[in-house]
């Protein structure tokens, strides 16, 4: 039995991944047969969070990564791990169903159209609520909980219910779509009623912050002033909080002798090419990479580029793969790869170097420290995190970020070579220009943007969403 934790974040998942008998490290947990191997899962959320969960006892919930039921009670690395079982059906209904195939798409200005699903309301229903319960038996008497996230969005109204003496907080990490667009939604005042649950509901942007406040209006009349709903005899409070990355981390990475040989020997395994142009998303319809490929696909034809000159590597993190829409797109995306090195790409010189899978923290920042150019385009994100990781990643290289209008991080990344993704010229004219920005211009760039991120890091950010939740009376 986990002791009760005056601090408690709850979250879709566990910030730990379970070590197979074959890999090595990871800690022994349990006894008899239900000893178990884990290991902290690399990630700027729990390296934020990890200082104050350890300072204060604190308890993580969340699913553990296997279906069925959960395994007991644990601590890993001084943190007190609480999961929460997940069945078959509950993945496919809850997770690749209402979060991933209704919520992901309607909060991402629907770029792909929203699938409803009664059933799949349902089980988000059902496992909010465990995630809640869970909550509430490991909550101290006037905890603080974090909920993180657009799985668990009705979790603290549930918990408020449960447990009226906790202070609670919610941060969505992705956006909050404008009243249009959420009214769609055919759950739509269940959900905005269990964020205001919430004490404070934290957004990655402002405007984000802002359609919720005037969604709780329109749809509940809940009167408000600046950025305080009155509620049900309380007051919640919506503000922004960009998120951020661990920037001592990356520049450590990309600043040891072995990361930078082997962005060498990269450099060199391309065919040391005059650019590198570099992607890096999870493959996601959110993210662009279709509308970039076909960007350098023109700008290839139009012979503005060339190979062997410039080179494009495309990594795509394998996600969501039982979803339909992100099984469309594998397609469409690999067929694009496939007409642009069919096309412009010779006998053992591809055009556009594609690859579907997961790497290592060192090898990515590799990657970032090999790449003259780096393409972060979505048509909408919360934030972007690979943005900001290329330009911790640069140290004194210089560098040029071509970013889209509609990623969280242009709203800091000021620097960047910004670009409304849906036009392709105007996709086309910032990739020309960070290709050909002079070397000067862009250490500076890089250097104004390198310096906003020492001072706005995810410890910072962690720091200031507990530090306002902390002072709401
Ligand atoms: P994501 O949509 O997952 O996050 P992003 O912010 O770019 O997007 O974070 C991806 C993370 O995965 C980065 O840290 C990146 O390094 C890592 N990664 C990507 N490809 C990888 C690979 N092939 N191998 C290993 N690691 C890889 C959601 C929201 C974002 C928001 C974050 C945090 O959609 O908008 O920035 O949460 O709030």
Redesign the pocket.
């Known amino acids: 039995m986990v002791d009760r934790s005056p601090f408690v974040v709850v979250a879709n998942r566990l910030p730990v991944d379970e070590v197979t008998t074959d890999t090595p490290g990871g800690r022994v947990t349990g006894s008899g047969d239900s000893r178990r191997r884990w290991r902290r899962s690399p990630?700027?959320l729990v390296t934020a969070l990890h200082p104050v969960l350890v300072e204060r006892h604190g308890t993580w919930i969340g699913w553990s990564g296997s279906p069925g039921p959960a395994p007991d009670p644990f601590e890993l690395d001084g943190i007190n791990l609480r999961p929460v079982p997940l069945s078959e059906e509950d993945l496919e209904r809850y997770y690749e169903g209402q979060s991933n195939a209704t919520i992901w798409p309607l909060y991402h200005d629907n770029v792909e159209p929203p699938v409803f699903r009664r059933r799949w309301r349902e089980a988000y229903r059902v496992v909010n609520r465990r995630y809640a319960e869970a909550a509430a038996e490991v909550a101290a008497q006037g905890a603080t909980v974090w909920v993180q996230d657009y799985q668990l969005q009705l979790v603290p109204a549930m918990l408020r219910e449960l447990r009226p003496d906790l202070k609670i907080g919610f941060f969505l990490?992705?956006p909050f779509p404008p009243i249009e667009l959420f009214m769609q939604l055919p759950q739509r005042a269940e959900v905005l009623r269990g964020l205001l649950g919430a004490d404070l509901v934290g957004f990655?942007q402002r405007l984000a912050a802002q359609n919720f406040i005037r969604l709780a209006r329109h749809l509940l009349g809940t009167p408000y002033h600046g950025n305080v709903i009155e509620y049900e005899g309380r007051q919640v409070k919506a503000d922004a909080f960009p998120?951020s990355?661990d920037v001592g981390e990356m520049q450590r990475l990309a600043d040891n002798p072995l990361v930078r040989e082997r962005a060498v020997q990269i450099r060199a395994e391309l065919g040391d090419p005059k650019t590198v142009i570099l992607g890096?998303?999870?493959l996601?319809y959110t993210k662009g990479i279709e509308h970039r490929l076909k960007a350098y696909r023109e700008l290839l034809a139009a012979g503005r580029l060339s190979v062997p000159e410039s080179v494009m590597v495309q990594?795509a993190?394998p996600s969501r793969e039982r979803v339909e829409h992100y099984q469309a797109l594998r397609i469409k995306v690999e067929r694009e790869v496939g007409r642009i090195n069919g096309d412009f790409g010779r006998v053992g010189v591809p055009a556009v170097h594609y690859l579907h899978?997961?790497?290592s923290r060192s090898e990515?920042a590799a990657l970032y420290c090999a790449a003259d150019v780096m393409m972060v385009t979505p048509l909408r994100?919360?934030?972007?995190?690979?943005a900001k990781?290329y330009v911790a990643a640069r140290l004194e290289h210089g560098g040029a970020l071509v970013l889209s209008e509609f990623a969280?991080a242009a709203g800091e990344l000021r620097q960047a070579f910004l670009c409304n993704p849906h036009d392709l010229d105007a996709v086309k004219d910032a990739l020309m220009r960070a290709v050909t920005v002079d070397e000067h211009e862009a250490r500076r760039r890089m250097s104004v943007m390198q310096r906003h991120l020492r001072r706005h890091d995810v410890a910072r950010w962690a720091s200031d969403f507990l530090t306002e939740l902390g002072a709401i009376p």
């Open positions: 990630g700027g990490h992705i990655q998120i990355i890096v998303d999870r996601d990594v993190t899978q997961s790497y990515l994100d919360g934030m972007n995190l690979v990781e969280g």
